[in-house]
């Protein structure tokens, strides 16, 4: 007969083993005259994905915003067989440990951490840069008296904008 087991006390003609750790699995087999031999093998299995982190500064700029370029690079964590590789992408295809990211504008960065058993997880966020001022004015009605004087109340009020981020208050 031939048995399978990891714990060397229940036995089977097979086992299946679906959860992530290190095993010792234990072989034994018997021949028709009633001679038994065991054997050992040590079975790595690591079944979970890693875990993906972004590793980037605290952002310059309220809300979110980086106010400067910015390097973004990617970090992780497993469990079992531990990180093999980690890397970023702006594109999704050209990847490495780092990318700085620089320019008004939000982009899409791509973090991919693989393990040492080949298990491999992505995930992405959106990094927002706005390094120029909002654009400001006045809207006021045209003055009512001579040489640009005003001779009653004047209500001014604030108008501007700003393409990438926009205006937080007016």
């Not at 229940?10 to 021949?31: E, H, Q």
């Not at 001579?146 to 904008?161: F, K, R």
């Amino acid at each position: 007969s031939q048995q399978v087991s990891i714990d060397n006390v229940n036995w089977a003609a097979s086992l299946t083993i679906s959860a992530s750790g290190i095993y010792t699995v234990y072989a034994r087999f018997t021949d028709n005259a009633g001679n038994t031999s065991t054997t050992t093998r040590s079975v790595s299995v690591d079944v979970t994905n890693p875990t993906v982190i972004f590793n980037t500064p605290a952002p310059d700029g309220s809300n979110g915003w980086f106010r400067s370029a910015v390097t973004v690079s990617a970090g992780g964590t497993d469990a079992h067989s531990g990180v093999n590789s980690q890397q970023v992408s702006l594109d999704n295809a050209a990847w490495s440990s780092s990318v700085t990211v620089s320019g008004d504008g939000n982009y899409m960065v791509y973090a991919r951490v693989t393990d040492n058993a080949g298990n491999v997880a992505n995930a992405s966020r959106t990094i927002g840069i706005d390094s120029t001022p909002p654009l400001t004015g006045f809207s006021l009605l045209a003055p009512d008296g001579s040489n640009g004087w005003y001779v009653h109340p004047v209500m001014a009020t604030p108008s501007g904008s700003d393409a990438t981020s926009g205006v937080a208050s007016q």
